[in-house]
T-cell receptor, first 116, second 116 residues
């Protein structure tokens, strides 16, 4: 298995532009998570999906952020319009969870976003 | 809500010395606990996990952690540090979520430096 695949690895964009981050989870995993990592705030859970359905988006910072999961093998995180304070590393993770047992998350390599 | 506290944002050890990274958890229910490692410019990798089986958990790369309910701790240890262990380490706790699945809440991380 190739693991969780994120693209692009690096993104530099100008303030006000739309940014789309992409994630392909591990085949068969039924949970998908989007995290943001910054020096100031550490790892923050933005949103997670179960079987392609958004379950909890309470971590999404504001309406400029949106996430979709149109099918079991693809998810996007979109920022529109982007702002310099959105600069961070964005991680996607997937998990197989059965009942109360969590097998741990598998993380992608992340997308380093820089908004100038 | 469950949480974890990592004591010491930076730890420095000599090569060959004992590694001890501290993690205390707060939970009203038996927790699932995890340690993740993040190497530079990479995603998080699962080191080990505690899921209410044996209290001493062995992970990859020679790391282990012991669950101590009386101390609400889950400290990570390795008998002999290697230069390749230099990375950031995250403790995490899993809590059940409404609607199913589990949410991982991460600590703020401990940067491990290994010196010659």
């Amino acid at each position: 298995d190739a693991g969780v695949i994120q693209s692009p690895r690096h993104e530099v964009t100008e303030m006000g532009q739309e940014v789309t981050l992409r994630c392909k989870p591990i085949s068969g995993h039924d949970y998908l998570f989007w995290y943001r990592q910054t020096m100031m705030r550490g790892l923050e859970l933005l949103i997670y999906f179960n079987n392609n359905v958004p379950i909890d988006d309470s971590g999404m910072p504001e309406d400029r952020f949106s996430a979709k999961m149109p099918n079991a093998s693809f998810s996007t995180l979109k920022i529109q319009p982007s702002e310099p304070r959105d600069s961070a590393v964005y991680f996607c993770a997937s998990s197989l969870s059965a009942g109360a047992t969590n097998y741990g998350y598998t993380f992608g390599s992340g997308t380093r976003l820089t908004v100038v | 809500a469950q949480s974890v506290t990592q004591l010491g944002s930076h730890v420095s050890v000599s090569e060959g010395a004992l590694v001890l990274l501290r993690c205390n958890y707060s939970s009203s229910v038996p927790p699932y606990l995890f340690w993740y490692v993040q190497y530079p410019n990479q995603g998080l990798q699962l080191l080990l996990k505690y899921t209410s089986a044996a209290t001493l958990v062995k992970g990859i790369n020679g790391f282990e952690a012991e669950f101590k309910k009386s101390e609400t701790s889950f400290h990570l240890t390795k008998p002999s540090a290697h230069m390749s262990d230099a990375a950031e380490y995250f403790c995490a706790v899993s809590e059940p979520r409404t609607g199913g699945g589990n949410k991982l809440t991460f600590g703020t991380g401990t940067q491990l430096k290994v010196e010659l």
